[in-house]
Nanobody
Framework: QVQLVESGGGLVQAGESLRLSCAAS????????MGWYRQEPGNQRELVAR???????NYADSVKGRFTISRDYAKNTVYLQMDSLKREDTAVYYC????????????????WGQGTQVTVSS
């Protein structure tokens, strides 16, 4: 299968920056897309940014101009640079990979990290 390990969350003040990282490992045949979602208590998980292979990068309207997603394809890693953080960015951030593993070939599945807490204080 595919495992995702996140790092980089924490507590910051409004206006500051954080960088999240997520590394994929396991029996990976191909990763089609990687991205970040977030979830606040009582709310549904929502897309923050998604970067497919060779495709258009998507951002939630609320983070456009402040967050930047990037990938290191050689390391199967995705990053989320978060600048000008606001209180409303407080949430648990989850890494996602749409991937084909050798065990599930040729079917692509969604894989999730364990989540990392981002807290922004004013």
């Amino acid at each position: 299968q595919v495992q995702l390990v996140e790092s980089g969350g924490g507590l910051v003040q409004a206006g500051e920056s954080l960088r999240l990282s997520c590394a994929a490992s396991g029996s990976i045949f191909r990763i089609n897309a990687m991205g970040w979602y977030r979830q606040e208590p009582g709310n549904q998980r929502e897309l923050v940014a998604r970067m497919p292979d060779g495709g258009h990068t998507n951002y939630a309207d609320s983070v456009k101009g402040r967050f930047t997603i990037s990938r290191d394809y050689a390391k199967n890693t995705v990053y989320l640079q978060m600048d000008s953080l606001k209180r409303e960015d407080t949430a648990v951030y989850y890494c996602n990979a749409e991937a084909i593993s050798y065990m599930t070939y040729p079917t692509s599945r969604d894989y999730w990290g364990q989540g990392t807490q981002v807290t922004v204080s004013s």
